[in-house]
């Protein structure tokens, strides 16, 4: 369990490095492009959720408690074991990773910063807690759809995890 909280804070530590740099450095210029018309920093306040759902109201609360209710949800799965493959473990704990990543934005600043922008297929800007979300969103269906069942409660299958 204490390998899964160290992973966990070293991925919201990784978020919130590349949030202050971008609030520090990128907000004054607002984009800077890597690759021109391809991928750009680009610094965006998103006041919403996943591409800007609900920004028309401060949502940020709601959000905040989601994601503090879906990270001990989490942990206490972990905990119980009910989640019995290392590939269903770190999806769980990149989810909660990048849901409590995103949370600290919306308390500290009461939105999100958001910064990698692919201009070239015009996908809505994210950032690195989006990533995980993302990931351990991907990773829990393989989980799901190719581990769990196999998994017997109580037993350890993986056993490199």
């Known amino acids: 369990m204490l390998l899964y909280l160290l992973a966990a804070l070293a991925m ?13 450095v990128l907000q004054p210029q607002r984009t ?13 306040e998103n006041r919403g959720a996943a ?9 940020r609360w ?38 409590l990543g995103n949370a600290i934005d919306r308390v500290w600043h009461g939105f999100v ?12 800007v994210f950032n690195v807690a989006d990533i995980s979300i993302c990931v351990g969103g991907v990773l829990f269906v393989l989980y799901f759809m190719f581990q769990h069942k196999d998994a017997q409660p109580g037993t350890e299958p993986d056993r490199h995890g």
């Not at 919201?12 to 520090?24: E, N, P, R, S």
Request: proline fraction near 2%; aromatic fraction near 14%.
């Open 12 to 24: 919201i530590v990784l978020d919130q490095v590349v949030k202050y740099w971008a609030l520090t």
């Open 32 to 44: 800077l492009p890597l690759i021109e018309n391809v991928f750009h920093l680009t610094y965006i």
């Open 62 to 99: 709601i959000f905040v408690a989601l994601a503090v209710a879906v990270s001990v949800a989490i942990v206490i799965a972990l905990q119980r074991g009910l989640v019995q493959t290392a590939l269903g473990r770190w999806s769980l704990v990149l989810v909660a990773a990048g849901a």
């Open 51 to 59: 591409f800007s759902l609900f920004a028309s109201f401060d949502s």
């Open 113 to 124: 910063v958001d910064l990698f922008d692919f201009c070239l297929i015009h996908f809505p």
